[in-house]
């Protein structure tokens, strides 16, 4: 039984950490960061930092509050129970609109092979529902299992961006393209903030295998050892592979595109390997919306069993599956994307996006604060809560106020809950 509580090792710790984080904001996001230029290579820089802190922030923190058990319940017994079921709550908001999402990003490959499904607005977004169902119906199959599809579609999302990072290699050896002037101080760092915000959206899930805690073996090591390495693989990654997709393609053409690494390698191989590589970045984005799938009932089961939700989110099927927080959740994913069926694809994934980031937003800010009051990770902490105050300011009203207004409807159901035990009694 052990085996199927706890079933993810290292590797597939790691993976779902890396198939988290790849999978739907990098095969789009070329497409947003376009117009800022070189302003996009800092804002890379100064997100792929800011989140190496909160995830080394994360790990200090649990080490320091052992009778916690995930990123969540160390948030809120680091700082009490209240701010712990608001933080909580706000992630399972960002984990729903994440889908929504990811199951865009996807779409918008899928297409590629069948343009009938985003014929209309309507389509594009029926075709998105369908695939979050098909994957929110595999993982009530079981963690097990949602677990061997993770490292699956890991292996198999790396390719697409093997193959731009080869074809990058090849540009800069020939001598065949030229990258676009350097610009002035001033020019290079306008419209920062909004390219930060942008760039730490294809980030967020670092902290995904804190989050499942329940479902890792030997948590102590192994989580903070998949956090931190695959955190920093997957940064680098992005940073060549979007700088390089922006900087070598004319701007119009890529904003023109729904599927930006397709048209890359169209331009600079070939048609035939352009369709394997929008094969493989629709598959790499179905591994991620997996992942986020697991995370939508991993997060509110963990709150319930620790007293700060109603039972209810408790309920698990044979296989200890939420299936009523599964259906509940993706419901409200599947609302998001047709609540935006008017707008094109990459309209609703960049609202979605922004949703999701702030929702996440939360509980960095709350790791962060929590590390700073137990002085652990001080450094790190006091880098990481400015760079989340940044970010959040940068998503616009519309989407922060959202994302707040949607946290504060869990408070209700912290109230309502019975039978309830404080977090710092609960088993590690």
Request: with cysteine; charged share 10%; proline share 4%.
């Given at each position: 039984m052990t085996t199927e509580i706890r079933p993810f090792g290292i590797w597939t710790a790691s993976a779902f950490v890396v198939g988290s984080m790849i999978g739907s904001g990098i095969f789009l996001l070329p497409i947003s960061i376009a117009p800022f230029g070189w302003t996009g290579v800092i804002g890379w820089i100064i997100s792929i930092t800011g989140v190496l802190c909160i995830a080394y922030t994360l790990g200090r923190l649990s080490d320091a509050t052992p009778e916690a058990s995930g990123a969540i319940a160390v948030a809120g017994a680091a700082l009490g129970p209240v701010p712990g079921v608001l933080v909580g709550w706000s992630y399972w908001v960002g984990c729903w609109a994440a889908n929504a999402a990811i199951a865009i990003a996807a779409t918008s490959y899928i297409v590629v092979f069948v343009p009938a499904l985003n014929a209309t607005p309507l389509a594009g977004a029926l075709t998105s529902v369908t695939l979050i169902w098909l994957l929110t119906l595999l993982n009530m199959r079981g963690a097990k299992a949602a677990g061997q599809f993770q490292v699956v579609t890991t292996a198999l999302k790396l390719l697409p961006l093997i193959v731009v990072i080869g074809i990058l290699a090849a540009l800069a050896y020939g001598g065949s393209t030229r990258l676009p002037p350097l610009p002035g101080i001033g020019t290079a760092f306008s419209g920062l903030t909004a390219v930060v915000t942008l760039t730490l959206f294809p980030l967020l899930g670092f902290e995904c295998a804190s989050i499942a805690a329940g479902r890792v073996h030997n948590p102590g090591s192994t989580i903070m050892r998949a956090t931190m390495l695959g955190t920093a693989v997957v940064g680098l990654i992005y940073l060549i592979v979007c700088t390089g997709i922006v900087a070598t393609l004319p701007m119009a053409a890529l904003q023109a595109s729904a599927a930006p690494f397709q048209l890359f390698v169209e331009t600079y191989w070939g048609r035939g390997p352009a369709l394997a590589v929008a094969a493989f970045?629709?598959?790499?984005?179905?591994?991620?919306?997996?992942?986020?799938?697991?995370?939508?009932?991993?997060?509110?089961?963990?709150?319930?069993?620790?007293?700060?939700?109603?039972?209810?989110?408790?309920?698990?099927?044979?296989?200890?599956?939420?299936?009523?927080?599964?259906?509940?959740?993706?419901?409200?994913?599947?609302?998001?994307?047709?609540?935006?069926?008017?707008?094109?694809?990459?309209?609703?994934?960049?609202?979605?996006?922004?949703?999701?980031?702030?929702s996440s937003l939360w509980l960095y800010v709350a790791i962060c604060l929590g590390a700073l009051f137990k002085r652990v990770a001080v450094p790190f902490a006091a880098i990481g809560l400015p760079f989340t105050a940044w970010a959040m300011w940068g998503a616009g009203v519309e989407a922060a106020g959202l994302a707040f207004v949607l946290m504060l409807t869990g408070l209700p159901l912290y109230w309502r809950r019975s039978g309830h035990r404080p977090l710092a009694e609960q088993p590690a």
């Open positions: 970045a629709a598959i790499a984005a179905i591994g991620a919306l997996n992942a986020f799938v697991l995370l939508q009932g991993e997060t509110p089961l963990a709150m319930a069993r620790a007293g700060l939700l109603p039972g209810w989110f408790a309920g698990v099927n044979r296989r200890d599956v939420p299936v009523g927080v599964h259906i509940l959740s993706s419901v409200l994913s599947s609302l998001l994307v047709l609540s935006n069926a008017s707008k094109s694809l990459s309209g609703v994934f960049e609202f979605a996006a922004l949703v999701t980031t702030c």
